[in-house]
Each structure stands twice: as C-alpha cells, then as structure tokens.
C-alpha cells in the first residue's frame, strides 16, 4: 500500500499493543481515559475508507505504526484510509469515559466531472467510476494547492494501476480502459492545509492500445502498461524483455478482471503461452524499480509459432534479436522421452524454455554454459512449445536447436558417472515408480563446488532442482520426490551449470510405500506428518531442497523406531491443505495422551498483514506456511496441533518462522524450532541440516546418550546464532564476527539474528536417543 504522510509531526512512543484494544469495521468500544487519554487500534483487513466517531467528541490524533502522526481532529470524527495502511493506532483526549465507533465507508459510484472535498480530518475520498467506452483515457484531478491532493488509479483486486503525486493538486494518470473495467479513483490528502476542494474529469484520448506485432516502450514504476490482446488462430507466446535494474512482470486478465496467467521471475525476461480465439484478453506490464532510479525499456511482443515439427528428429537454425524468443511447436506423434537441445552463437549465455500449457514454461533452462539441453516426456497426442533465447535482450545472434528421441540410462538403485568441460556435461537417465509410492531421486557430486542440477520429467510432471552450495550440502547435492498417482518412467537430465565442470556424481532411486495409518496402541507411540515442498504451481516459488528435507526427516525418525504406518508423508502437489488437515485429524484420532507428534515442514514461508491484533503479534503481521494450494496462518495452526492430546514437536524450516512460537504457551505442551526471526527471511535448508545433526548426537551435551528438550533447544540456537546471514556459513566458535565464507563483518545492522525458538514443554523430557 502507498503510505500516505498528512502531517509533519514528531512521533510519539506507542503504548504496548498487547494492551490496546481493537476496533474493526462495524463494531464500538466502550472505554474509560487514563491520565486523559484513550488508547485504541484500528484494524482493516481490506482497502477501504473506514468512518471514525467518538462520542461524546473531542480532540483525536490518528498513527502509523511507527508512530508518526496520520491526522487530527478536533470534533471526534476522522475518515481513515486503509489504502494506506491496515492498522491505526488512535488516541483521544478526554477526561470521562468515551464511546468509539467505526464503520466501512464504500467507495461512491460517481459519473466524471465530479467536484468534491477531502476535508480537515480525512485522509481520503474513494470513487468507483467506470468508462462509457473502451479506449485510453486521461483522469485529471484539478485540487486545492494548499491541501497538495494526490490521485491514484485502483483495478481489479485493488491492484494500483496508476498515481499522480505533483506538489500542486494538479494531478492527471493515463490508462487504458475496457468498457467492461470498473476502477476505484482515490484521492488524497497530504497536508492539513487548505479546504481540501476538488474536481475529477475523465476524457477519452484515444483507442485502447492493441498489441499489433511487438511494441517498444519506456516502463514507469507509477503506472502498469496495458494492451488489448488482438483474436489469436492457435497457441501464441507472449513475450517481455528488457534490460535494467528494474523487475518487470507480465499479467493476462480476462474480460471480467481477473488474472489467467502470470509471469515473475527475476530475469530480464517473462514469457506466457496464450490459447488460440477470441475472447478479450488484456496484457499487462508492472515495473518494480530498482535502484539505479532509471525507467527501462521494454519489448513486449506476441507471436505464433515461427515453426512446427511433427516428425521425432530435427534441427532447426533461428535468429534471435532484440530478446525476442522465436516459437517452436513440438508434435512428435508417439509418447516418450525426447531430447531438447539449443547451441548459441559464439556460446553466449541463453535461456530454453518448454511449455506444455497455457501460463508460464514447464522447464527454463537457463546455465552459464552457452548451450542449454533436456530431457522431457511427451505423450502420444501431445504438442509442447520450446522457446529458446538470449540472457540479455540486447544480444542478438543464431541459435541452433535439436529435437530427437530421448536416450536415457535406466536406474535401478544407484548410478555413477563423471562430467568434464571437454566431454559430457549433461546426463539423462529413466527411473521407475511405482503406483500409490513416493519415487526420490537423489543427486550427490564432489567436489563440493561441482555445481550439478537436476531435472525430472514425466507424465504431468516437470520439476528442476537447482541449489547451491551451503554449509551442510555441496553444490551437487539435489533432490526430487514424485507422488506416483500410477506406475510409470520418470526421465531424469543431469546437467552442469557452469561452463567449465570436472568431477564426479551419483544419482540414486528409491520407491517408499504410501501406507495408511496404523490404529493406535495403549503403549506411547509417536507419529508424524512430515511437509516437504519443492515444486510449487508457479516457476518463480520452485525450490531445490525441501522435499529432500522431508525424506531425511523419515530416514531419521526410522532410525528413532518410528514405522512408516505412524508417518503421513506429504510432498509436492500432495502437500494440500486439505491433506495436512486430514493428517492432523486422523492423527488426532488414533493417539493417546501419552503419545508424541512430529510435525515438521520445508518450504516457504511468508508474512500477511494485519495479524489477529493479539499480545502475540504485536508486529500486527501473521507468519504464513505456504502449502501447495494455500496458506495456513500461524493462528490456525495453533489450533489444529493444540487438539492433539500428548506432547507436540513442531520443526518449521521456512522464512518468517519464528513467529510461530508467539502462538503458544506452556500448557500446549510442545517444542518449537524454527529457522528464522518472524520478520526475516533465510536461505532454503537453514534448520534441517543443524536440527538432524543435533538430533543425532551433536545435541548430548552430557553425554549420557539421551537428547532432552533442553539439550536440542539450545544446541539449534546456538548453532543458528553462528549462520552467516549473507552466506549460510557457519562461523567458528569465539568472539570474531568476520566471516570466513564471504568477509561480511558481522555486527551492527548486519549482525545475526537471534532465532526465536519454543520451549513448551518438560525441558527434561527425553526427545531422542542417540543410537
């Protein structure tokens, strides 16, 4: 949201947010002053102009979190903005007991010209307005300068389209609209000068600009470039480039709004396949900008397939300029593993992209090596579309691709080879999985900086795994774990990412049994659900590691006795939220007061405001888990794992974790152990690797071969407190905070954080044996 400043004030120090209550839309407080003053916050979880009254009146002074000074009011009324903020601190003066009430202003339905005012004590007027007809259309607000009113320009989901802030009131954006479009006009107040008069006026300008061929223009931060999508004859591409410091999106709405497809990589090129007819689609351009303060220019360009390949074998010679991809439609009749191949002039560094569907690529491949090669599944009806090109839109040169039938090594249980730079630098081998089983495949290379990717492609499946090196793996060390709805061959490409390579590799398979759960026992038993997420839908949110994470949590709890009927294992696209609610339930079901669960997640993690407003947020925020096909909220959770009747361990390895532990208290019984601060994000696999070596041993600080709560507990924060925020290195024990892995030092603003952990529960309650 923008953060709109009214008055230039000091800030004041808030009072503890656990001890202020909340005010949401539609409710009233009744509340007595203290020392003349009432405290209050007010929460709005949606944008939305928010009506604010105290009776019996009085002086008012709104706040952002911070403390800075949003607007006052002498007469108990204040209009709020939540296009600005979701939380509001509020304090009136008064000397006897207050009454506060507040409610949603909807945005009125006006016809341009409109003249209105944003009056003393109100942030801002919101308009819903909708164009007579489709084209490019100039808003103009013409305001009091005194007042210095801003103008913003909101579309479908409140995204901001558009905003206009001169010193003077006197505002204009320009958008493309679709008479179908209705869009939210905000304008705002920045001082508390003047009366605050206004007038808008909409005037069309021109048509609404359709993207005929390729369009070259310059992107701006404050507004989104739209283009009406001309009637398409088949599956087309459509293509952004650019260059710069800035990160530019691509978006396709249809008629009613909504995004179909997106594109958000961090690459300086975004790419979505768009279905052939012709239904009104409108493509749009967001600029996030970087630093450098420069507006970059973009190609954006939709095209057809510049060739179609029905037979099994090819070679094709392309022209790549201006970063603009050239399309392949691959139709090779009969199913199978077929080999993707594009060499580039002068081995200049390039991207190959295959897509299967409309939205973004199944596969980008995109090394350091010059050429670009994979192995892809294709079935007998099937058609994929290869789109290959360079990394930097401004090189321009031939491209050479390769299309042939696929000939891979099966695997049965493990496999060793070599690459160098002077022979073979990309594998391809099959591996089989079985139906109702969870296939993992291992990558594992030396030296440790041999960095070796991994992809795996099957029927309906595609994922890469590309890490790094970390202090814990080398830079080999990759993983995938399929859910095998039926029996079938998976194609696996081993690759080296970097153009010169020499070293060796093993790749390994294993089939692990999906069984259902056993019945509980009178005797203690301890259970787990075990979350590991690589292979989100969208190609930006892929990680490398986390489902390796969840099978080395199995292999360790095998070892600790736990059978594999106590363990619901959820990877990938399984990893719903409907199944770790089933796990949660059926768990619940089976266990006894005496019984212990594991629940351990790998994946992503976020932050959504506003929180619940409890004394356990006062950061006002909510700590998401991020499953396949949803979030689950800290709150939320808490609640599911609390039914539980025995002791709890909750393992959470994703960013933004640490908040977790503010959900709960001594009497839930249960050990949480994150990888970092609640408002902070880390590298993939921080926790893991530390929480398995302290649980194998490392963590028996006494040596009486047993791991209390406590031992564990502080073993993983002290380990944590060592992992060098820049790099992952974990720095030698002592007083130094120089880091040998990449020379940041480490204090001040750049100093580790402190992980946040939970011990709720006995801290001399036997966790782990060591064996």
Known sequence: MNVLCLLCALGVVLPNAGEVPVLEAGASLALAPVNGQVWFRVLERDYALLDLEVIPGGRLTAYYDNGDVVITSLNGRLVLSAYSAYWFWVMAESAAPVVVSLENRLPETVRLPYSGEVGAGVMAQAFRVAPETSGRHQIRLTGDSAADLDLEIYGAGNRLWAGSYSPDSNEKVIIDLLATDTVTVLVSRY?????????????????????????????????????????????????????????????????????????????????????????????????????????????????????????????????????????????????????????????????????????????LMATQRGDEEFMAWIGEADSVWIAPGFARADREGECVISLEPGTPSPVQSEARHSVHHTGEMTRYFTAGGDRGSILVIRL??????????????????????????????????????????????????????????????????????????????????????????????????????????????????????????????????TATLEAFENAIQSVIGRAGPEDRLVVFFSGHGSRQPPGSGGPEEPDTMNEVLCFYDGNIVDDHLAESVRRFPGMTMLFLDACHSGGFVHDFSREDNILILTAAREDLTVSERILTPILLQGSRGEADANGDRRITARELVDYVDRVLQRVCPFCDTILDDGPSRLCQGCGEVLKGENRIPRPQQGLYTNPDRVIWTVN
């Open 191 to 363: 001082k508390k000068g003047g009366t605050g008069q206004f007038t808008l006026d909409i005037q069309r300008i021109g048509d609404f600009r359709v993207l005929e061929g390729s369009v070259r223009m310059q992107s701006r931060p404050d507004r989104i470039e739209r283009f009406l999508l001309p009637q398409r004859r088949r599956m087309s591409l459509l293509h952004l480039a650019f260059q710069g410091d800035d990160d530019l999106d691509l978006f396709v709405r249809g008629e009613d709004q909504m995004v179909l497809w997106s594109s958000t990589s961090y690459s300086p090129s975004e790419m979505i396949m768009i279905p052939g007819g012709n239904e009104t689609l409108v493509a749009e351009v967001v600029n996030y900008p970087g630093d450098d303060g420069e507006n970059p220019w973009f190609v954006l360009l939709l095209s057809e397939p510049d060739t179609v390949v029905t037979s099994p074998a090819g070679t094709l010679s392309m022209e790549i300029s201006g970063g603009i991809a050239p399309l392949i439609c691959y139709s090779p009749g009969s199913e199978g593993f077929y080999r993707v191949s594009s060499l580039f002039e002068k081995t200049h560094s390039g991207t190959l992209r295959l897509f299967r569907r409309p939205g973004e690529a199944s596969v």
């Open 444 to 573: 594992s290379g030396e030296p440790n900086e041999l960095d070796m990717d991994m992809l795996v492609s099957g029927p309906g499946f595609d994922l890469q795994a590309q890490g790094g090196e970390s202090h814990t793996d080398s830079a080999s060390d990759e993983a995938v774990a399929v859910y095998c709805e039926a029996s079938a061959d998976y194609g696996i490409t081993v690759y080296s990412y970097d153009r010169v390579a020499q070293g060796s590799f093993s790749i390994s398979v294993e089939n692990i049994p999906v069984h259902p759960l056993a019945p509980g026992t009178p005797e203690p038993e301890t259970w787990a659900i075990l979350v590991g997420i690589s292979g989100y839908s969208d190609l930006v949110d892929i990680l490398s590691r986390c489902s390796m994470d969840a099978m080395d949590m199995r292999e360790f709890l095998l070892g600790q006795g736990v059978r594999q009927e106590q363990m619901v294992i959820l990877v990938d696209q």
